[in-house]
């Protein structure tokens, strides 16, 4: 299972969702792979910090798959073990800037390097891959690789915006990914003691319908001590809310694939 995040608006919570969901994962015995597609380099950041992450040299980084000029040894001269068993990561940093691009679709070849990537590497049981706050080449690379797409959204104003660029975004990659679909929106962030939220919530559940997940992913300091610890929540402090919700997250993810796939089968 290849799992895309995307949302255009930046701090809804699509890098600490990877981050903490391959932990939820990797404690349930799968074989994660992340996938860093946002230069910022966030997610990469997460696991061994700043100072090695914008130390990598564009060669150990997404941003080598790109470089026309450039030639990937293997999949494992990019991909790195963590600190988390069952968890590897492919990371960025600001060598992968130049190559996001906005008209992707005009991009070439350079479309099909995250697929490609993918399909050369080894055995991993679930993909997640962290996009960046835009629809430039990155993203697209990531959808054309996908088998679904999770889009986290803030239960506000803000985090709503350009949802509909989004869909349509998975609508056009649907020409060159047809197998590609929607898994679904996830509210995160939420704080159910603020109106607004609760207003925000009913109102997504009242556009989305069933393609709003059942899990809601709090704001919880949890999350944030356990990435300055550099270690997902489940792994850090299972018996916390934060944690709870992210293994029901993983859980209610399996779940969606497993139905939709019983319902291609049966089509």
């Known amino acids: 299972m290849i799992l895309a995040l995307i949302n255009q608006k930046g701090g809804c919570g699509k890098s600490s969702t990877c981050f ?3 932990g939820a994962f990797a404690a349930a015995g799968h074989r994660v792979l992340l996938v860093d597609a946002d230069p910022q380099g966030s997610l ?18 997404l941003a080598v798959l790109f470089d026309d000029d450039r030639l990937v040894s293997s ?37 099909y390097v995250l697929r490609e990537f993918l399909e050369s590497a080894p055995g991993y049981d679930i993909v997640l891959i962290d996009c960046p706050p835009n629809l430039y080449l990155c993203s697209w690379a990531a959808i054309v690789a996908a088998d679904y797409v999770l889009i986290p959204v803030p239960p506000e104003d803000f985090g709503t915006q350009g949802l509909r660029a989004v869909h349509q975004a ?31 919530e009913q109102r997504l559940r009242e556009l989305y319908r069933e393609l709003v997940l059942d899990t809601v ?33 993983a859980e209610e993810i399996l779940a969606r694939v497993a139905e939709r796939n019983r319902k291609r089968q049966v089509a």
């Open 20 to 22: 903490h969901l391959a």
């Open 217 to 249: 992913i709090p704001e919880a300091s949890a999350f944030k001590v356990a990435l300055a610890c550099r270690t997902p929540v489940e792994l850090y402090a299972r018996d916390t809310a934060a944690a709870v919700a992210t293994r029901t997250l």
């Open 75 to 111: 999949p494992q001269s990019i991909i790195q073990p963590t600190s988390v068993e069952n968890v590897s990561l492919a990371p960025a940093n600001q060598h992968l800037a130049p190559f996001n691009t906005p008209s992707p679709e005009a991009a070439g070849m350079r479309q």
């Open 170 to 200: 998975i609508e056009n990659a649907r020409a060159l990914n047809p197998g590609l679909r929607r898994l679904g929106h996830l509210i995160t962030r939420s704080d159910r003691r603020l109106v607004i939220h609760r207003s925000y």
């Open 44 to 61: 990469s950041q997460g696991f061994f910090g700043s100072a090695e992450v914008e130390g990598l040299v564009a060669e150990m980084t």
